[in-house]
Structure formats: C-alpha cells, structure tokens
C-alpha cells in the first residue's frame, strides 16, 4: 500500500532553514502529483505547496519565495527547502499524495488519499 514517511521537522529561529524530506513507497511515486501540507494549533490544513509529474510547482502565497518544493523520482523522496522561516510557519507539515486516478494536484486537502504521519516544525522569534 502506499506509504509516506516525512522527516527533518525541528526547532528554528526566525530567519533560519530547515528541509524537510518524504520517503513514499507502494505506488508509481513518479507519475503522479505530491505535496505538502501543515496545520497549526486551531487552524485547518492548508496547502503548502504541490509538484506534480512533470516538475511543475505551485505554492501558497504565504511561503512563495521562501519555500522550495522539489522531488528526486530515482528516491521515490520529496523535499521541502524552507528558508526565512517565521514563527506563523509553526506548524505539523504533512506529506500528501492525491488518489492516483484523480490527476488532481491543487491545495484542497480532500482529493489527497494518502498522508504522512506529519513532522513538527517549530519557529521562534
């Protein structure tokens, strides 16, 4: 079955990095769209950012020149590259691949199948 293992959560001050990674198995990872997602205390999940087959890129608002979504198909592993964070980054980052049949690979958290277990990062000001 298809399984997503996130890693690389932490602690950070503001203005710091960290990157996250995503370890998927059970499925054919590189034909079909994957992404990130995170959800703070009290708020609901909300896309993060998405890269679909072909490498095409799509990114919240709120990390748009700051966060970088990449993916190495030979490691079935997506990357998140998160770059001056700040404390309204703090949340559990979750990993997300949609149904396989959907070809879906937008930021409404309901076509997404299949998540990680999540990974906290923590931004302190």
């Known amino acids: 079955q298809v399984q997503l293992v996130e890693s690389g959560g932490g602690s950070v001050q503001a203005g710091g990095s960290l990157r996250l990674s995503c370890a998927a198995s059970g499925y054919g990872y590189s034909g079909y769209c994957i992404g990130w997602f995170r959800q703070a205390p009290g708020k609901k999940r909300e896309g993060v950012a998405t890269?679909?087959?072909?490498?095409?890129?799509r990114y919240a608002d709120s990390v748009k020149g700051r966060f970088t979504i990449s993916r190495d198909n030979a490691k079935s592993t997506l990357y998140l590259q998160m770059t001056s964070m700040k404390p309204e980054d703090t949340a559990m980052y979750y990993c997300?691949?949609?149904?396989?049949?959907?070809?879906?690979?937008?930021?409404?958290?309901?076509?997404?199948?299949?998540w990680g277990q999540g990974t906290q990062v923590t931004v302190s000001s």
């Open positions: 890269i679909d087959r072909n490498g095409s890129t």
């Open positions: 997300a691949a949609p149904r396989l049949s959907s070809g879906y690979c937008g930021f409404a958290p309901f076509p997404y199948a299949y």
